[in-house]
């Protein structure tokens, strides 16, 4: 889906979302793109529960807890071995909640810095579905599945891709 036709809007909260829940749910979400932008692995495990499932566009398997996750995260080339990545943005989020169960649909955009001769890179855009529970001790939303799905590769010069599509 092209860039330009998704526009940001504040949360869409359905039925049985009440504002503070919608909020809650939503900054766990943020608040583990935040932490990822900054290299934070503890701050993005502090939102995610240890037996969360995960499917990564980078692992074929679904995920199975931390030490899944774990293992595909050091499997990652390290960034100078690929675009820079300079930014995240989720936006567009979607919330049900029902109980003390969470699911949020978000767009999440990955920008990159400009290649080595200047040319600008496109963006890679992920359509996201999370499952969250209410931590009935804490009383904290947690991830409890997470579902990526790169709907526009990313990294590649804005010229190339345009030529490849025609557009």
């Known amino acids: 889906m092209p860039e330009s036709a998704v526009s940001a809007r504040p949360a869409l909260a359905r039925p049985g979302a009440a504002p503070g829940d919608v909020a809650a749910v939503w900054s766990v979400v943020t608040g583990m793109y935040e932490a990822y932008a900054t290299g934070d692995r503890a701050q993005i495990d502090a939102r995610l529960d240890p037996e969360a499932t995960i499917w990564d566009p980078a692992a074929e398997p679904l995920l199975l807890g931390k030490p899944d996750l774990d ?20 936006y567009d989020p979607v919330v049900d909640v029902f109980g003390d169960t969470a699911v949020l649909r978000y767009w999440l955009r990955v920008a990159y810095a400009p290649g080595p001769d200047g040319t600008p890179l496109r963006p890679e855009l992920l359509r996201n579905t999370a499952v969250l529970r209410k931590d009935p001790g804490a009383g904290r939303w947690l991830i409890v599945h997470l579902h990526e799905d790169v709907r526009q590769a990313g990294g590649a010069p804005e010229t190339a891709v345009q030529g490849q599509t025609g557009t």
Do not use: F, Q
């Not at 293992?71 to 989720?90: H, I, N, Q, T, Y």
């Open 71 to 90: 293992r595909v995260r050091d499997e990652r080339p390290e960034s100078e071995d690929g675009p820079a990545g300079s930014g995240l943005r989720p």
